[in-house]
């Protein structure tokens, strides 16, 4: 009876050892931020070649291989900054953009397959590139916008990619902010600005001037997404009339919404997926906690089902696909792995492995990505995700929140390096939706306008709050880290609420609302007054900006910050961080500043993205972990 009451025992042990998570090994910093082994990938017109970004002289640079070949020939030599983006236009050349030091201003160039007669199409010092059509039928030939001839707007040019000859389509009159195509590759459609208002133009040839066929608040938009393909209507994507965008068929002749194809109370539709060769619709998107689809093709449904099966526990995205659609390119992700990329002979049902992105990092190793909700103080729902440390109890964690930037933008499932370096560090992260983020509605979006810093800010300190009674966060260990607007809340958090945080990281952060709105890059400027009215009048509301200026009220941070700033931020100005800084100095507040004099907004270098990331787990280790704070105790 004894003995086997002592192997009934023993065996309980085993067991409940077993069901114990264990602790992640600490991986590299460098595995986290590295460039990926491959990725990008995309197929040839006709199928022949695939092409892909991949690291050369440690920036990603473009190489392209045939099918069915061991090998691939790398065709850029780049080793200043990484490629940008790229296209095939026929199944000979490829074009690429890329920019100066992050300065966004950037640069077309155009390629051979096998590396040859590689040319500079647009390489205009302080002009901006944009592609408005990739002409995809059309033999050697692109429209793309520049703001050469004024820096506020960009014109449209029908550029040829072998020659370098531009011809200007169309003047900009200087409101607007946007061009469109239909499905032949003709100018159909441009998209005006008074500053507030949103205008559609139209013109039935390109022989026809254009004119304006409606005009909405640029609170109710109307944002046409394609032609029909017999070119006479758009599908548009909506939110006039209504709370959440729905795809409508729409007449541009006469201004008026015809046939809702599409819509859902979940949330925005924000995508719609068509198949050029069939001239059909294939299915839209929007996003919950995470991506949802709705087919109106069978074949379509059937193809993403068989891929679903094939690649079970992933997400599986469509990245390419040939001219007659029968082969395509397939992107995989999770919370827990950046993904793969696959080849998809749709005739054989062939699905070959190309690349894991980051074959270096194991899934059991990283952790889950939970999706969360919480109530604001004033009754929303705000979504998030939050991650926890593998391994570790959800008890009195140290704790890094993480706003997006944007701020009309909004965080989604799926892997994530920041978060799972983090996380691997031993920190829970908390990301929110908070107000203004997109995807949930027009009342969601709008409830965010003139509320930086304010209800903007609370939703932020309302997770914090959630995540304390939730007996997860640490309250002595709680730290905030964000980029861009994410910076901004991260100095607002510690400007407004300065005794919930133990540390800040502000990265291209705003930090002055007067000095932000002066110095915004030149094409935003035509939007100016929209942007007065979803943040806020620098003379009308003088007050409410003074008040939510975290530099203005450097006196009411206590706890230690970290700054990070590329030099050539065209977006948020050097003087934010600067200003800043010098105000923490003058009162001997603990701050740490880091500019890179390469960068932009962001950093895209690999190794300066390895230096932001080595001095913020320093900087956070040094004040939330656990003996760090015991000594701050103690020292009182």
């Not at 397959?113 to 010092?125: M, Q, R, Y």
Request: glycine share 8%; net charge negative.
């Amino acid at each position: 009876m004894r003995k086997s009451w002592v192997v009934f025992a023993l065996f309980a042990l085993l067991v409940s050892c077993e069901q114990v998570p264990q602790k992640a090994p600490l991986i590299p910093l460098e595995d986290f931020f590295r460039n990926p082994e491959k990725t990008a990938f995309q197929l040839s017109p006709n199928g022949e070649y695939f092409s892909y970004l991949a690291p050369w002289e440690t920036r990603l640079n473009l190489f392209v291989q045939k099918v069915g070949a061991d090998s691939a020939v790398r065709i850029t030599s780049e080793t200043a900054r990484d490629i940008a983006g790229y296209l095939w236009k026929g199944n000979n050349r490829l074009l690429y953009l890329k920019d100066t030091g992050g300065d966004e201003n950037y640069q077309l160039y155009g390629v051979n397959t096998d590396g040859s007669d590689l040319k500079g199409l647009t390489v205009f010092e302080k002009v901006r590139t944009q592609f408005i059509d990739d002409l995809r039928d059309v033999e050697n030939e692109v429209i793309v916008g520049l703001n050469q001839r004024d820096a506020t707007v960009f014109d449209p040019y029908r550029l040829n990619v072998v020659t370098g000859e531009m011809t200007m389509l169309a003047q900009n009159p200087g409101n607007i902010t946007g061009w469109m195509t239909d499905h032949e590759g003709k100018l159909r459609l441009a998209f005006a600005t008074d500053g507030v208002n949103q205008t559609i133009l139209y013109r039935e040839t390109e022989e026809m001037p254009f004119a304006p066929v409606l005009t909405t608040s640029f609170k109710e938009t109307v944002s046409p997404a394609l032609f029909t393909f017999d070119n006479k209507m758009v599908y548009a994507l909506s939110n006039l009339g209504r709370d959440k965008s729905a795809l409508v068929l729409f007449d541009v002749a006469n201004g008026k919404e015809q046939e809702v194809i599409y819509e859902t109370q979940e949330a925005d539709i924000e995508g719609v997926d068509y198949s050029r060769k069939e001239k059909k619709l294939l299915s839209v998107t929007w996003t919950t906690d995470k991506n949802k689809h709705h087919f109106f093709d069978a074949e379509a449904e059937a193809v993403m089902t068989y891929l679903k099966e094939q690649l079970p526990g992933y997400e599986v995205v469509l990245a390419g696909l040939t001219r007659e659609e029968d082969k395509l390119i397939v992107r995989t992700y999770n919370d827990r792995s950046r993904g793969a990329y696959y080849f998809f002979d749709r005739n054989t049902k062939e699905l070959t492995h190309l690349t894991d992105l980051t074959p270096w990092l194991k899934e059991e190793d990283l952790a889950e990505m939970k999706p969360i909700s919480y109530t604001s103080r004033d009754s929303l729902t705000i979504h998030g995700y939050l991650t926890l440390p593998k391994g570790v109890k959800a008890e009195k964690l140290p704790v890094v929140i993480n706003p997006h930037g944007g701020p009309w933008a909004r965080d989604t499932w799926g892997f994530n390096p920041e978060v799972q370096f983090l996380a691997n560090n031993g920190y829970a992260v908390l990301q929110m939706n908070f107000r203004g983020s997109t995807g949930y509605g027009r009342a969601f979006w709008e409830a965010s306008f003139k509320q930086w810093g304010l209800t903007m800010q609370d939703d932020i300190t309302d997770g914090v709050n959630w995540l304390i009674e939730q007996g997860i966060a640490d309250p002595e260990r709680i730290a905030i880290y964000g980029g861009s607007y994410g910076g901004y809340a991260t100095l607002a958090g510690l400007t407004k609420t300065p005794d919930l945080y133990a540390a800040g990281v502000d990265y291209v952060g705003v930090s002055n609302m007067f000095t932000f709105m002066k110095t915004i890059p030149p094409y935003w400027k035509p939007l100016l007054d929209m942007f007065t009215e979803m943040v806020g009048d620098p003379v009308k509301d003088s007050l409410m900006l003074a008040e939510v200026s975290p530099a203005l009220h450097a006196d009411k941070i206590v706890a230690p910050l970290f700054v990070a700033q590329g030099a050539n931020d065209p977006r948020v100005n050097k003087a934010e961080s600067d200003q800043m800084v010098e105000a923490l100095k003058a009162r001997g507040v603990d701050v740490e500043y880091m500019v890179k004099d390469n960068e932009g907004h962001g950093f895209h270098n690999e190794e300066n993205r390895f230096d932001f990331y080595r001095a913020m787990i320093t900087f956070l280790d040094k004040h939330l972990k656990a003996e760090a704070v015991a000594g701050a105790e103690a020292a009182k």
